[in-house]
Each structure stands twice: as structure tokens, then as C-alpha cells.
């Protein structure tokens, strides 16, 4: 029996072990070269741990191959593992969409279930209120007759004091299944607004997969992989870069930035937000500036200079405490700090910050204790965001377009119309349709232009 027992545990032990090499084998065998919609979690979870290693492993691939000399061989090979890291990383954000699309899908499914909770409640609330007027509307001398005997008339009111409890614990029930209602619905929208920049980004990092591609087979074409003919081919093309890189961009109050800067700069938005940084360049220089230049429109009012209009000063009196809780809280003079001078066309009053010309309530408002400061601070790090420091103002700046298009994706279509509506948006809140054709066509050229510069870069 004994021995018996010893075979079956063994017997047991070598079943168990099978299956786990079985299933440890499955999981490794796993690529994340697809994702199916029919993909178990634990499926999903596995695809995507292989994919942020395959993206680790031609990180390190690359690095190594960039310490090595220059030569036609070494660089169509880092092209080579841009590209195979950029696919990686596209089909890693693949598989978060796809969760979050599940994790939408369940928190629609929730609310609709609260909505029948309340429902029920409401309706099981209308019925004890029913019967409690039903109650409430016979006299004592009724109750005390239509009673059998005196333990009748104390259960009648007993039944009366059980009606009052459970209408109370019904409202309370609704109010709370209310509160978690609504949390629900935040959560929907976050998660949805998440999704919505995941799929910019991703849109994003295809285009910037493409122009690799395409730099590699037209170096290749060129070259017909002759290292003399390639050298060529670098020269003009690093010069060309350098050309791009050190363009300048002057903003009033804070320097210059080099093209490859401001770049930098908003690239910092582009990854968190998804909006393009050839957009938010485009802004940039048509918000605040002149004949390309950053800024070239800043800094010739301040917010208490005499003006003809109601206020009597560039700034809206509206716009005073906003103005002046942010420039305490950045340790900048009010008196000596620069703002937007008014522009006729467009009101009696001036007032913008920055180099992205956002107005003191709409970065925050002290009465609302709203604005965009905040959600910079998220992205950026700052302690307090300013809108005169390039980064939180770039960062602004893209949030804003975020939110613009977010609402335009409904009325357009293609990306240039959709871009022309938020730009517009951007210049003139709810007058935009006016400047639809001027202004938004205007920013969609120039981000035409930038792009084209951006793919040069993206390109090495």
C-alpha cells in the first residue's frame, strides 16, 4: 500500500511538472508580433512583457552598433533597429488600447447597472412614499376604529415608523449609488480621453516609422551600397540637418531657441499627449509671433499700462487676481513683467503670458480654482507651472490644442481640417469659424513646413 501510494505521488509530481513546462513553454513561445481582440489577460499581460523586452533588447542592439564607425553597413543597420524598436513599441501600445478598451467597455457596463439600481430604488422609493400618505391621511380616529383591538392599533403604527425607516434608507441608498455613478463616469472619461492620446501617439510614431523606412530604401536606392557614394550622401544630408537643427526662434523675455530645441521642447508634450509637435510649433509661431519668430509680439505692455477701455489698464479687472496670485507665486514683479499689448480687432484688452499667450484665469483661476497649471504640473514636473518658462508654456499650449481637437474630431474628418478648427479655437475661443480660413490656414501651412523639417530630423 505504501509503495503503492509513492508510485502515485510520483506518478502525480511528473504530471504537474509536464504541464507547467507545458505552460511556461506556451508563454514563451508567445510573440507580441499580434494582439487579438479574443486575447485572455493573462494572454495580453505575457505579449506585452515580451514586447518591452524585445524593445529593451534593440535598445542595447542599437547602442552598440552607435559606437561603432561610421560606414554605409552600420548605419542601415541602426535604421534597421529603429525601425524593428518602433514596431515593438507600437505593438505594445496596441495591447494598452486594447485593455483600455476592455476596462471601458466594464465601466459602461457598470454605470448602465447603476442606472437600473437607481432606477429601482427611485421607483421602490415612489411606492413607500405612496403608502406612507396612504397612512398619513387617516385620521387617528379612523386608524383607532378600522383596528381589531389595541395590538392592531400599535402594529399599524409600528408599520408607519418601518415605512419612514425604509424611505430614509432608499434616499440614502439612491445618493450613494449616485456618488458611485458618477465616479464611474469620471473614470469612463479618463479612460477614454487616456485611449484618445494613446491612438494620437501611436499615429505618431507610425508616421516617424515610415520616414525611417523610407530614409533606409532611398539610401540603399542612392547608393547601390557603395561606402564612397554614401559619404555623399551623408555630407549633403548632415548639413541639411545642421541647417534644420540651428534655425532660430527668438522669444521675447527668454532668450533664443534653436530649432532643435524648441523641438525638444514640445516633444515632451507630443509624447504625453499626442498632439504633433509640428502642430504646437506652428501655434507657436503664429500665436506669438512674427515672420516665424517666437515672440516677436510679447513684451510691449504690462498688465497695469493706461489703456481706453473699461478697466482703464491692458488687463481685464477680471483678470487681475489670477494675474497677480501667479506672478506672487512665481517671485516675478507684476509692474516690470511683460504682457500682450490689446489689439483692436480683437477687443479693448490684452494681458497674454508667455510665449504662448495664455491668459491669467485660463492658466488658473483663484475664484474656480481651475486652469491649465495644473494638468502642465502633471506632465512637466513643475512645482508651480509657469506660462513664462518654455516648457510649462509649450506643454500649455499642446493641452489646450488637445482639447480643441478632441471637440473638432466630430465636426472633420481629415487631420488638416481638424487642425485648422482647433487652431482657430485656439485664436478665438467661440468666434472661431471666423478665423477658420486665416488664421487656422495659416498655422496648417506652417505645420506642413515644420513637419517636413521634423521628418529630416527624424530621419538619421
Not at 58 to 83: C, F, H, P, W
Not at 332 to 347: E, L, Q, R, Y
Request: aromatic share 8%; glycine share 6%.
Amino acid at each position: 500500500m505504501k509503495r503503492y501510494f509513492l508510485y502515485s505521488l510520483v506518478v502525480f509530481s511528473l504530471v504537474v511538472s509536464s504541464l507547467a513546462k507545458n505552460a511556461f513553454a506556451e508563454s514563451t513561445n508567445i510573440s507580441c508580433d499580434t494582439v487579438n481582440d479574443t486575447d485572455s489577460q493573462d494572454v495580453l499581460q505575457i505579449k506585452l512583457n515580451k514586447c518591452e523586452s524585445d524593445i529593451k533588447e534593440q535598445a542595447a542592439m542599437l547602442k552598440v552598433k552607435e559606437l561603432q564607425s561610421t560606414n554605409l553597413e552600420r548605419d542601415l543597420s541602426i535604421l534597421g533597429y529603429k525601425i524593428n524598436q518602433s514596431k515593438l513599441e507600437i505593438q505594445a501600445r496596441d495591447i494598452s488600447i486594447l485593455n483600455l478598451d476592455r476596462n471601458i467597455d466594464q465601466k459602461g457596463q457598470a454605470i448602465q447597472d447603476l442606472g437600473s439600481r437607481i432606477d429601482s430604488l427611485r421607483a421602490s422609493t415612489a411606492e413607500l412614499i405612496k403608502k406612507t400618505n396612504e397612512v398619513e391621511s387617516a385620521s387617528l380616529v379612523e386608524v383607532i376604529l378600522t383596528s381589531t383591538n389595541i395590538s392592531d392599533f400599535y402594529q399599524d403604527l409600528g408599520s408607519f415608523d418601518s415605512l419612514e425607516a425604509s424611505i430614509g434608507n432608499a434616499v440614502t441608498s439612491i445618493r450613494q449609488t449616485k456618488v458611485t455613478e458618477e465616479q464611474h463616469k469620471k473614470d469612463l472619461q479618463d479612460k477614454q480621453e487616456k485611449e484618445r492620446e494613446l491612438k494620437a501617439v501611436q499615429e505618431i510614431d507610425k508616421r516617424k516609422q515610415e520616414v525611417v523606412e523610407t530614409e533606409k530604401n532611398r539610401i540603399f536606392q542612392e547608393t547601390k551600397g557603395q561606402e564612397k557614394k554614401y559619404k555623399e550622401v551623408l555630407a549633403q544630408k548632415q548639413k541639411l540637418i545642421n541647417d534644420i537643427k540651428n534655425k532660430i526662434l527668438k522669444i521675447t523675455g527668454g532668450g533664443e531657441l534653436t530649432f532643435a530645441d524648441a523641438l525638444k521642447l514640445v516633444r515632451v508634450a507630443e509624447r504625453a499627449i499626442g498632439v504633433r509637435a509640428a502642430f504646437i510649433l506652428s501655434i507657436l509661431t503664429q500665436e506669438s509671433g512674427m515672420d516665424g519668430v517666437i515672440g516677436r509680439d510679447l513684451g510691449k505692455c504690462f498688465y497695469n499700462t493706461p489703456w481706453n477701455n473699461l478697466s482703464a489698464t491692458v488687463m481685464s479687472n477680471m483678470q487681475k487676481p489670477s494675474y497677480l496670485y501667479i506672478l506672487q507665486n512665481l517671485s516675478k514683479d507684476p509692474n516690470t513683467t511683460p504682457v500682450s499689448c490689446p489689439i483692436a480687432s480683437d477687443g479693448q484688452y490684452g494681458g497674454a503670458m508667455g510665449p504662448s499667450q495664455f491668459m491669467p484665469k485660463t492658466w488658473w483661476d483663484i475664484g474656480a480654482q481651475t486652469g491649465y497649471k495644473n494638468r502642465v504640473q502633471s506632465i512637466t514636473g513643475s512645482p508651480f507651472a509657469s506660462p513664462f518658462d518654455n516648457l510649462d508654456a509649450f506643454t500649455a499650449t499642446a493641452l489646450y490644442l488637445d482639447d480643441a481637437l478632441s471637440g473638432c474630431e466630430s465636426i472633420y474628418k481629415t487631420q488638416v481640417s481638424r487642425e485648422k478648427c482647433a487652431a482657430a479655437k485656439y485664436y478665438a475661443g467661440a468666434n472661431w469659424k471666423r478665423h477658420l480660413n486665416d488664421y487656422g490656414t495659416n498655422v496648417a501651412y506652417r505645420a506642413a513646413e515644420f513637419q517636413k523639417d521634423i521628418d529630416t530630423l527624424d530621419s538619421q
